[in-house]
Nanobody, 128 residues
Framework: QVQLVESGGGLVQTGDSPILSCAASGRTLSRYTVGWFRQVPGARRAFVAAITSTGDTTTYADSVKGRFTISRDNAKNTVSLQMHSLTPDDTAVYYC?????????????????????WGQGTQVTVSS
């Protein structure tokens, strides 16, 4: 059984550039498209970014495009999310997940229903 662990969250300032990391155990990440999602209280979990197994294709939510960068290191079995120019609107619990079904097209990569393994999340709070 795969386990995903997110790290790198915490309290940050507006404009900061933290890096979130997703580490896997029990299964190699290199076989999977990996996505980042975020959730605020009372809202559905929203897509942030995804990267295919080889890293050659990435897709982003419009709200983070140009500010966030997803990358992966298959040798280290990790996927990272570099965040820039954070604002309080980026405050959320951030989750990484493995995409196990669906096509490798942006719409499918952004659909949380195509992801079946999730981490416990890491809280990112952006103070103004």
């Amino acid at each position: 059984q795969v386990q995903l662990v997110e790290s790198g969250g915490g309290l940050v300032q507006t404009g900061d550039s933290p890096i979130l990391s997703c580490a896997a155990s029990g299964r190699t990440l290199s076989r999977y498209t990996v996505g980042w999602f975020r959730q605020v209280p009372g809202a559905r979990r929203a897509f942030v970014a995804a990267i295919t197994s080889t890293g050659d294709t990435t897709t982003y939510a419009d709200s983070v495009k140009g500010r966030f960068t997803i990358s992966r290191d298959n040798a280290k079995n990790t996927v990272s999310l570099q965040m820039h120019s954070l604002t309080p609107d980026d405050t959320a619990v951030y989750y990484c997940a493995l995409k196990t079904v669906g096509l490798l097209i942006p719409q499918a990569m952004a659909d949380r229903e195509n992801y079946n393994y999730w981490g416990q999340g890491t809280q990112v709070t952006v103070s103004s």
